[in-house]
């Protein structure tokens, strides 16, 4: 197998690299096993200096950083630096609250004195995806590295050049060989990594399915796991709220990195009374997207990232229309070069429609009319996935209530929703468990140790 590099805005070949065999895994798999020790054994000081050189390094080196990450998965070269960025405030974050957050946790007891002490796990295998290929792999390992553990990365097949970079950034930036490798492996392959007793833990970013069979490998051989997988957010209007905000954040959250995110509002809950002017105020929005070269600064949306991510996206949307959703914009691939997929809004979507039960990912916004909050937020729930959703109105009292019986890992009013440093992220049902982020993502990978002393 061959990993190939893409540019999804023209189909040029960038690149490709050949996946790796067995001996070059073990030697890899060796070699971070060897550094895991030494690591943890660093003081938790020389830790967060390194941390924070990696978030010098990603500065420094952010224009180089945010064009591969165009050219490999087609962001829009501002989204691109804005990532990179991002990945620089994890740093500096964890390297400023580490220590807090990892001192140790006294508790009254029968004892002496007894304490809760945290304890790295070891070598964690991170599996991430491609849709924010420097931020899902620096959220994990920031917190992952500053901790103690070592880590290697099983990189999305379309990034290998993203994957491969950040492992020379860590290592510019000091890290020791051997605490952060990057994998050239095929998803076959992973299964043998998981397995592997150098391998304490593993934390996914990717789809249900990929989380599925993650989590059944990582069951059988007692690994613990984190896994964040699909998302259909609601972003549910009230009658009173105000559209001149909403509309604009709703467009936003739905056509940011060209559709393709996790936490991006894909279900607008609206309620009947102002649905067909919040449409309209919504299509005039998208009007002004304008496709092209994500490299060039004027280009508003993004192409997909890969030519069977459109079929497969569009066919969700044609099963749609055919039972009953109501193609009001778009709702079709963009003729010419490149993955482009025209910024789309269905109306009138349903229960039992792949617009409403599915993950649409890609530049499409479902509309679900509803008639009262009551008929919202039970709309909100009535989907299999649990991982962010917003609401929005002028009372904010009343938008807390409802934020608050929404199903799901984060609850926003009247903002977009979005991952933070200082935020626990993550999510229940079939978005999966586990917590990134904040204090609680840092506790993850730790063996958060009883110590009782009389």
Same mark, same amino acid.
Request: charged share 20%.
């Given at each position: 197998?061959? +990993?190939?590099?893409v540019?999804?805005?023209?189909g040029?070949s ?10 070059a895994?073990?030697?890899?798999l060796q ?13 938790l ?6 941390l ?8 420094e080196?952010k224009?180089?950083?945010a064009r ?5 998965m ?9 990532e ?7 740093c500096?974050?964890y390297e ?5 957050f990892?001192?140790d946790?006294?508790i ?19 599996i991430?995806p ?5 931020w899902?792999v620096?959220r994990?390992c ?8 070592t880590a ?7 990034v ?9 950034t860590?290592?510019?930036?000091? +890290? ?8 050239l492996?095929?998803?076959s ?9 150098r391998? =304490? ?8 399915a990929a989380?599925?069979?993650?989590a059944?490998?990582?069951g059988?051989?007692?690994k613990?796991?984190v896994?964040?997988? $699909?998302?259909?957010?609601? +972003? ?18 739905r056509?940011?990195? $060209?559709?393709?995110s996790?936490?991006? %509002?894909k ?7 102002i ?15 304008q ?6 600064? =004027?280009?508003?949306? %993004? ?6 991510l459109?079929?497969?996206l569009?066919?969700q ?15 079709q691939?963009l ?20 617009? +409403?039960?599915?993950e649409?990912? $890609?530049?499409?916004?479902?509309i ?24 929005w109105?002028?009372?904010?009292s ?8 929404l ?14 440093p ?11 468990? $586990? ?20």
């Amino acid at each position: 197998m061959a +990993f190939e590099s893409v540019n999804p805005a023209t189909g040029q070949s960038l690149k490709t690299f050949d996946a790796w065999d067995q001996n070059a895994i073990d030697g890899v798999l060796q070699q971070v096993q060897e550094a895991s020790p030494l690591w943890a054994a660093r003081d938790l000081s020389e830790r967060c200096r390194l941390l924070r050189a990696a978030a010098q390094q990603l500065r420094e080196r952010k224009e180089d950083l945010a064009r591969l990450i165009t050219l490999e998965m087609g962001k829009l070269l501002g989204e691109a630096r804005a990532e990179i960025e991002k990945c620089a405030w994890v740093c500096e974050y964890y390297e400023e609250h580490a220590p807090r957050f990892l001192a140790d946790e006294v508790i009254e007891s029968d004892a002496r004195r007894s304490y809760v002490a945290l304890q790295p796990l070891g070598t964690v295998l991170a599996i991430m995806p491609w849709n924010f290929p420097f931020w899902q792999v620096f959220r994990f390992c920031a917190p992952a590295l500053v901790a103690g553990n070592t880590a290697v990365l099983k990189h999305a097949a379309n990034v290998p050049q993203c994957g491969l970079a950040i492992e020379q950034t860590l290592l510019e930036a000091g +890290f020791p060989p051997g605490v952060f490798r990057t994998l050239l492996v095929s998803s076959s392959q992973t299964a043998k990594v998981i397995a592997d007793p150098r391998v =304490q833990g593993v934390t996914l970013t990717g789809s249900e399915a990929a989380g599925r069979k993650v989590a059944e490998c990582a069951g059988r051989h007692l690994k613990k796991t984190v896994l964040e997988l $699909g998302g259909a957010d609601p +972003f549910i209007v009230l009658a009173d709220a105000d559209l001149e905000q909403a509309v604009p954040v709703a467009v936003q959250s739905r056509f940011i990195n $060209g559709g393709q995110s996790c936490i991006a %509002a894909k279900r607008f809950i609206v309620m009947e009374e102002i649905a067909d002017e919040f449409i309209a105020r919504f299509q005039a929005d998208l009007e002004a997207l304008q496709p092209g070269d994500p490299l060039d600064e =004027q280009t508003t949306l %993004a192409p997909l990232a890969r030519l069977d991510l459109r079929a497969g996206l569009h066919q969700q949307v044609t099963a749609s229309i055919q039972q009953g959703a109501v193609a009001v914009a778009g709702c079709q691939p963009l003729p010419g070069t490149g993955t482009y997929y025209a910024p789309s809004i269905l109306d009138r979507v349903q229960p039992g429609m792949p617009a +409403f039960d599915e993950e649409l990912f $890609g530049p499409v916004a479902a509309i679900i009319r509803v008639a009262n909050e009551a008929e919202a937020v039970a709309m909100a729930n009535a989907s299999r996935y649990g991982l962010g959703g917003s609401v929005w109105s002028q009372n904010t009292s009343r938008a807390e209530r409802l934020a608050l019986e929404l199903r799901c890992g984060a609850a926003f009013v009247n903002g977009l929703v979005k991952s933070d440093p200082r935020l626990p992220f993550g999510g229940i049902k079939c978005s999966g468990y $586990g917590r990134e982020l904040s204090w609680h993502g840092m506790r993850e990978f730790t063996n958060q140790k009883t110590l009782w002393i009389k």
